[in-house]
Structure formats: C-alpha cells, structure tokens
C-alpha cells in the first residue's frame, strides 16, 4: 500500500484538465513514457500503479492497464486490472510495431537513414519503434532493391555508374540505403 506522505506526493502532481478526462501525471515520465514516481521500500513505480493502489486499493498482483492509452494518465476511471496475458496483448496493440507504421512514415525512416547522420537507434526513438525494427524496415528496402520497378533500378544503375552523384544521394532520391543502390550498380538489372 502506499504510505500517506507518498500518496501526497502523488495527489499534488496531478494535472486534471483535459478535454479527454485524462489525469495526467506531471512528474518526470520514464524512457518508455509512463510517469514514475518514487514509493519508499519500492523504488520507482509505475504512477499509474500507484493511481489504483491509491483510488482503488489492493491489485492482488495484477497489472494496471490503461483504456484511454496515455500512458501517463492516473484516471483510476482510465484503468483496468489486467493478468499477465492481458497486459501482454495491451503492449502489443499500443506498441507502434512495422504494421501500425504507415507508409509514409516507413519512407521517412528510409529516407533519413540514407540520408546518413542519423543512427537505427535514434529512429528508433523519434519513431517509437525499437532499433531492431528500424533494421528491418531500412534493411527491408534494401532486399527491397527488388521492390523499386524495373525502370527505376536502370535509373538508379546507370545514376551510379555514372559516377556523377554519391551513391548516399541516389539512394536518397529513390528511397533507398546506399547499399541498396551499391548492389543495384553491380547487379544486372
Ligand atoms: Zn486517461
């Protein structure tokens, strides 16, 4: 349970007025975006966590879902109880996995990434998608090489083995990797 002077704490950094009826929870968020708050004995939990414990008592060890999917809201009206099994398929639907991304946002990605300058990691952070995703989806257009039409790739070809542009710039014009664009110049097309 959570001890009054923490329960204090918690009340006072409470922000009530949204239009969504979301009580956000205005201390400091973690990496992932929940609010966190320190309890005594339990180190840094969760605000939605201790939003239940306080507003609706005991959780018998489940897990406090959201309904309205912000992640900092302590509404207890905008929480569940979940079991493990729950809580994994709310993860999975709010995490912004390749199939939620939406094409243009796939292309942004690629583009920025052959843009050069920026890392897989740091996309996958502005994005709020993980580093191995932005692999997938940066690498994928790079098997995609398949994926560019036949015209494009003699374009892209006869770009690069024309030597005049840096293979980064061709690659950005077609939205595709560097790589991408090397292994089109040594393919036949
Ligand atoms: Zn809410």
Known sequence: MI???TESRFLDR???TTPSGCWL???TPSKDG???ISVPGRGMVGAHIVAWEV???DRDGLFVCHTCDVRTCVNPHHLFLGTPA???ADMQ???RGTNSLTVDEEAEIVRLYAGGGVSMQELGERFGISKSLVCKIVGGVGTG??????TQRAEVQALARAGELPQSAIGARFGITQSAVSRIANAEV
């Open 93 to 95: 639907r709010k995490r």
């Open 3 to 5: 001890d009054a002077a």
């Open 86 to 88: 729950d809580n994994a």
């Open 14 to 16: 409470i922000h009530y």
């Open 55 to 57: 507003f609706e008592g």
């Open 34 to 36: 929940y609010g966190l």
């Open 25 to 27: 929870w205005t201390g």
């Open 145 to 150: 090489a398949k994926r560019l039409p036949v």
